[in-house]
T-cell receptor, first 115, second 110 residues
Framework: DTGVSQDPRHKITKRGQNVTFRCDPI?????LYWYRQTLGQGPEFLTY????????KSRLLSDRFSAERPKGSFSTLEIQRTEQGDSAMYLC?????????????FGSGTQLSVL | QQQVKQSPQSLIVQKGGISIINCAYE??????FPWYQQFPGKGPALLIA?????SEKKEGRFTISFNKSAKQFSLHIMDSQPGDSATYFC?????????FGKGTMLLVSP
């Protein structure tokens, strides 16, 4: 169990550019989540996958955001035409779907700064 | 609409003291209530969790008290240590996603 890994740890970009983040979940976990966290706030749910299927998307996930999980393993989150309001920590988490307990294991996040 | 309200925003406790963080929720369909601990530069880590059919759960120095009728739950950290200094988040789930509170920054002074 190597934990959830996210890449890159930090990303600085200019407004209007596209960015892509990667998440590698714990290998036996079938669920993968993306959350966003801004300073002084709790994580906010964006979307989640069970295997390769994207099962739920938050209204926070605008059309500029797209997430994929090909083959049910790693996931990518792309933000197109970034805006300053996109600056945040993007957290990935994984879990094993078992009963009704939602036990999320988080990565250390990707800190995005949009200049 | 903030579904999980957490207080206080920040807390300073002396070493050896008891830290208490409170959360309240509105959605009666929530059926799982975890607490997460987050250190700077790291993602949140699951600390302890409870289901609404139990009024209290204890794991080491950490205890969750749950009041279903009041729709409130709290985290108690006994014998608080400087290493407990972190941000704590309560959360609640309905289905497959977690909704988090805004967090409490705890500082345990030596």
């Amino acid at each position: 169990d190597t934990g959830v890994s996210q890449d890159p740890r930090h990303k600085i970009t200019k407004r209007g550019q596209n960015v892509t983040f990667r998440c590698d979940p714990i290998s036996e976990h079938n669920r993968l989540y993306w959350y966003r966290q801004t300073l002084g706030q709790g994580p906010e749910f964006l979307t989640y996958f069970q295997n390769e299927a994207q099962l739920e998307k938050s209204r926070l996930l605008s059309d500029r955001f797209s997430a994929e999980r090909p083959k049910g393993s790693f996931s990518t989150l792309e933000i197109q035409r970034t805006e300053q309001g996109d600056s945040a920590m993007y957290l990935c988490a994984s879990s094993l779907a078992m009963g009704t307990s939602v036990k999320l294991f988080f990565g250390s996040g990707t800190q995005l700064s949009v200049l | 609409q903030q579904q999980v309200k957490q207080s206080p925003q920040s807390l300073i406790v002396q070493k050896g003291g008891i830290s208490i963080i409170n959360c309240a929720y509105e959605n009666t369909a929530f059926d799982y209530f975890p607490w997460y601990q987050q250190f700077p530069g790291k993602g949140p880590a699951l600390l302890i969790a409870i289901r609404p059919d139990v009024s209290e759960k204890k794991e080491g120095r950490f205890t969750i008290s749950f009041n279903k009728s009041a729709k409130q739950f709290s985290l108690h950290i006994m014998d608080s240590q400087p290493g407990d200094s972190a941000t704590y988040f309560c959360a609640a789930s309905e289905g497959s996603t977690l909704t988090f509170g805004k967090g409490t920054m705890l500082l345990v002074s030596p």
